[in-house]
């Protein structure tokens, strides 16, 4: 793949509402908030006359958007057939049905395995995720080997909880005591090496970056687009807005 450019997101980036029900795909979407910033994410799923928002907000949720005006954008995810979207609709009401992940800033290498087990480097650790990390989970759930990674979370540090709200940590840190009492040993580890956040922008940007033999996504490749997308995500919604 090309270095990727301002016109490329421009173009591939685009609204689910105005999707043709008839071009099936699934994508990697965000949701943007009431002036245009991006707050949260998800999977956009468009299949069979409907389009689907698969997503964790604290609890996780398939919602059908068909006849909704959301201000949801996506990127189609080109590292899957088209022939495997009768098995992805089917993995997401699995899920939605199985998992039960509680929300913090918590990343380790990760995934949920084809029967919906919350599968962790670490053993016995709850599942904790954020929106981004419940698809990051979702995405590595659907490879033919889970223990392929996605995108590379490794390249991320505590220091991106820096703009983090003090109410959110606050929360985390008391689902962190559930760490305390099954293993404690693993506390200090990790805040030390798993406690982090990876942005709504940055997953939306990995859906342009992610190549099937060019896995994981890099945070080097991501970071000189991040400013350039919200700025384009912005002019995208106050154009709707018009």
Known sequence: ????????????????????????FLGVAVLLDHLGNPKHTGLALCFEGEKLFFHFNGEVLLDDVTDSTSNIYYK?????????????????????????????????????????????????????????????????????????????????????????SEVYIEMVDKYLLLVKELNPQFLPEIKKKNYKRIAPTELLLSGFLAQPKKLPVRKS?????VLETRKILKEKWIASED
Do not use: A, Q
């Open 221 to 225: 490749d991501i970071n000189p687009h």
């Open 76 to 164: 189609k995810l080109e590292i899957f057939p088209d022939s495997y979207l009768t098995y992805i609709r089917g993995h997401f009401d699995l899920l939605l049905n199985t998992v039960t992940p509680l929300y913090g800033f918590v990343f380790t290498d990760s995934f949920y395995d084809e029967f919906g087990t919350y599968v962790s480097e670490i053993e016995n650790l709850p599942d904790f995720c954020t929106c981004v990390g419940f698809c990051i989970n979702v995405i590595r759930s659907l490879f033919l080997k889970p223990t392929t990674k996605y995108i590379e979370i490794n390249d991320w540090t505590n220091e991106s909880l820096e703009k983090v």
């Open 1 to 24: 793949m090309g270095k990727l450019s301002v016109t490329k997101i421009n173009k591939e980036l685009l609204r689910f509402d105005d999707h043709d029900l008839d071009d099936e």
